[in-house]
C-alpha cells in the first residue's frame, strides 16, 4: 500500500488547511487510516485517526474541536480539515495506514505498516 499526502502549506494563525491522504489500494474495511505529526526536535505525535469500516474517529485533545477528518471511500483518500489553525500545530504531517491494528494501538505510531512521504504544515503568528 503505498500513501500518497498532499495539501499543506504556510497559513497564519487562524487559518485553515486541508490534508488529503491518497492510498494506491482500495481501502478495505479492515483499514485503519490516521494522520500524525513531527515538528523539528519532537517525536511523532498522534493527531487523528478514522476505522474505515464504521467511521468511526479518534482525535488527540489538542486538535479536538479544531480538525475533521473524513474520507472518500470511491476515491480512497482521506481528508483532514484543519481549522483555526495555531503555531504549535507546526510540524510535517505524515498520514499513516494498517490494517490490523486494534483499538488501543491506533495512537501509537510504531503499530502502523504504511506511511505516507510527508507534507509540511507551518502556521505563523
Known amino acids: 500500500v503505498q500513501l500518497q499526502a498532499s495539501g499543506g502549506g504556510l497559513v497564519q494563525a487562524g487559518g485553515s488547511l486541508r490534508l488529503s491522504c491518497t492510498a494506491s489500494?482500495?481501502?478495505?474495511?479492515?483499514?485503519?487510516m490516521a494522520w500524525f505529526r513531527q515538528a523539528p526536535g519532537k517525536e511523532r505525535e498522534f493527531v487523528v485517526a478514522?476505522?474505515?469500516?464504521?467511521?468511526?474517529?479518534y482525535y488527540a485533545d489538542s486538535v479536538k474541536g479544531r480538525f475533521t477528518i473524513s474520507r472518500d471511500n470511491a476515491k480512497n483518500t482521506m481528508y483532514l480539515q484543519m481549522n483555526n489553525l495555531k503555531p504549535e500545530d507546526t510540524a510535517v504531517y505524515y498520514c499513516?495506514?494498517?490494517?490490523?491494528?486494534?483499538?488501543?494501538?491506533?495512537?501509537?505510531?510504531?503499530?502502523?505498516?504504511?506511511w505516507g512521504q510527508g507534507t509540511q504544515v507551518t502556521v505563523s503568528s
Open positions: 489500494v482500495r481501502t478495505s474495511s479492515r483499514f485503519i
Open positions: 478514522l476505522n474505515w469500516s464504521g467511521g468511526y474517529t
Open positions: 499513516a495506514a494498517d490494517s490490523r491494528l486494534i483499538t488501543s494501538s491506533i495512537r501509537t505510531a510504531n503499530q502502523y505498516d504504511y
